[in-house]
C-alpha cells in the first residue's frame, strides 16, 4: 500500500484487536514488533527499523517540528479473552497501553511531507525495567517535542510527573542478644522502626493544604531483618520510595534524608548507612509550550471541551526523556487508567477511534505553532 493509504474506522480496531490478540508481557514483544513494522511499511513509514532491544521505531513526513510519539508494546502477564461487548474492547493491554499505541501509529500515519517528522516508536519493558526508553534515550534522537502513550481519557493530559529516589537504609547494632535477654542489646528491626518514622517525618513535615500531586512523600515498601526466632536482630535493611512533587528536586530531598540520618543516628548511638538505589527527578512540561496548547486546541475541537491538565503522583518514562533533552514532553491516550492492569482490561471503541482524531489534529496544530514560535 502507498502513503494515500487512508485508514478508516473499521480497520483500525481490526488492529487493535489483532494486537490484542498477540499475547506480549514485558521483553516478549517480538510478535507486536514484527506487526507493526509491517503495518507502518504498508502505511508509507520509512526506516522503519527494530533496534538491538527490540524497540519498533520508524519515520513518517519531514521537515520541522520533530515529534516522538511513544507507546509501549509489553503488558503485565495475565492472559484476557479478547472480544467486543458492545463499545468495549476487551484484552490484556486494552488500555495499558496498546490502544494509546494504536492510536498514535494512525495519528503519525497521517502526516504529509513538510508538514513535521514524526518519530514513532512501539518501546519494549515499560511495565518492567524500563529498557525501551532508557536504550531510546542513548540514541541521540533530534526531538522538538514527545508524547507517551499511556490511558489519560482523552480529555486529560498529563503534563507532570513526581521524581522518584529510593534508598536503602542500613542499620547496625553492632551485637545480638538471647531473646529471653533483650536487655543485652539493641534491636536492630526496632531501631529501624525508628528511623524511617523519623526520616518520613523529617521529608512529609508542613504539607498541610497542599495537593497529593504536589506532595512529598516517603513510604516504606521492604524491610529485611533478623536471623533466627530467638535471637535479637544485629542488622536491618529499609527500602523507602519517596515520590518528589515538581517544585522540588532529588538535591534537596537527599540533603533531607542525611540530616534526618545524621541526627537520629548521634541521638540513638547506632550505625546507619543509606544508600541510593534510584534518582529520578520531577519533570513538568510547560504549560505555553506549543505542544500543551497544541493539545488543547486539538482536544476542543474534537471533544467540544478544554482539557484537563494534570500532575501524576507516579514517575514515568516523560521524566527521564523531558530532562535529558530538556523539551516539552507529555503523556496522553485513549483509555481508562484504572483499567489498567485489571483481570478483565478493557478499552472504549469510540474513545479510541476519538483519540486517533485528536493526535492527528495536534500534530496539525503543533506544526502551525511551531512554525510561529520560531520565525
Known amino acids: 500500500m502507498d502513503s ?10 481490526k488492529m487493535l484487536e489483532k494486537v490484542l490478540r498477540l499475547y506480549t508481557p514485558s521483553l516478549s514483544e517480538k510478535p507486536v514488533a514484527e506487526f507493526l513494522a509491517d503495518k507502518c511499511d504498508d502505511l508509507g ?51 495499558d497501553a496498546k490502544a494509546p499505541l494504536m492510536a498514535m501509529l494512525f495519528a503519525a500515519a497521517s502526516v504529509q511531507n513538510n508538514n513535521g517528522t514524526v518519530i514513532f516508536c512501539g518501546a519494549v519493558d515499560e511495565e518492567g525495567n524500563a529498557t525501551g526508553i532508557k536504550n531510546l534515550v542513548q540514541q541521540e534522537l533530534d526531538l522538538d517535542y514527545a508524547v507517551f502513550g499511556e490511558p489519560s481519557g482523552i480529555r486529560q493530559v498529563t503534563i507532570a510527573y513526581k521524581g522518584r529516589l529510593a534508598i536503602n537504609l542500613k542499620i547496625n547494632v553492632g551485637d545480638s542478644a538471647h531473646a529471653s535477654a533483650p536487655w543485652l542489646a539493641k534491636n536492630a528491626i526496632e531501631e ?20 497529593k500531586s504536589m506532595m512529598l512523600t516517603a513510604t516504606i515498601t521492604e524491610i529485611k531483618g533478623g536471623t533466627s526466632h530467638n535471637v535479637t536482630p544485629k542488622e536491618c535493611e529499609t527500602i523507602l520510595d519517596i515520590r518528589i512533587p515538581v517544585d522540588m528536586n532529588c538535591k534537596m530531598v537527599e540533603e533531607k534524608i542525611a ?4 541526627e537520629v543516628s548521634r541521638k540513638r548511638e547506632v550505625e546507619a548507612f543509606y544508600s541510593i538505589l534510584d534518582e529520578t527527578e520531577p519533570f513538568e512540561a510547560p504549560h505555553n509550550s506549543p505542544l500543551v496548547r497544541a493539545f488543547t486546541l486539538g482536544v476542543m475541537e474534537v471533544e467540544h471541551a478544554r482539557p484537563t491538565l494534570i500532575r501524576k503522583t507516579g514517575t514515568g518514562d516523560m521524566n527521564v526523556i523531558g530532562n535529558r533533552l530538556k523539551i516539552p514532553v507529555v503523556t496522553y491516550g485513549p483509555g481508562d487508567p484504572h483499567q489498567a492492569h485489571t483481570i478483565d482490561e478493557k478499552v472504549s471503541i469510540d474513545e479510541y477511534l476519538r483519540g486517533i482524531e485528536v493526535l492527528k489534529k495536534t500534530l496539525h496544530h503543533l506544526k502551525r505553532l511551531h512554525d510561529r514560535k520560531n520565525q
Open 45 to 95: 513509514f520509512e526506516d522503519i527499523h527494530i533496534d538491538e532491544v527490540g524497540n519498533i521505531i520508524a519515520k513518517k513526513g519531514s521537515g520541522s517540528p520533530r515529534i516522538l510519539l511513544c507507546g509501549h508494546m509489553d503488558t503485565v502477564p495475565g492472559k484476557i479473552k479478547v472480544r467486543k461487548e458492545g463499545d468495549n474492547l476487551f484484552g490484556r493491554g486494552a488500555s
Open 192 to 211: 529501624s522502626a525508628v528511623f524511617t518514622q523519623e526520616v518520613k517525618r523529617a521529608l512529609e513535615a508542613g504539607q498541610d493544604g497542599k495537593k
Open 259 to 262: 540530616k534526618s540520618v545524621q
Open 4 to 13: 494515500t493509504f487512508t485508514v478508516t474506522p473499521r480497520f483500525a480496531v
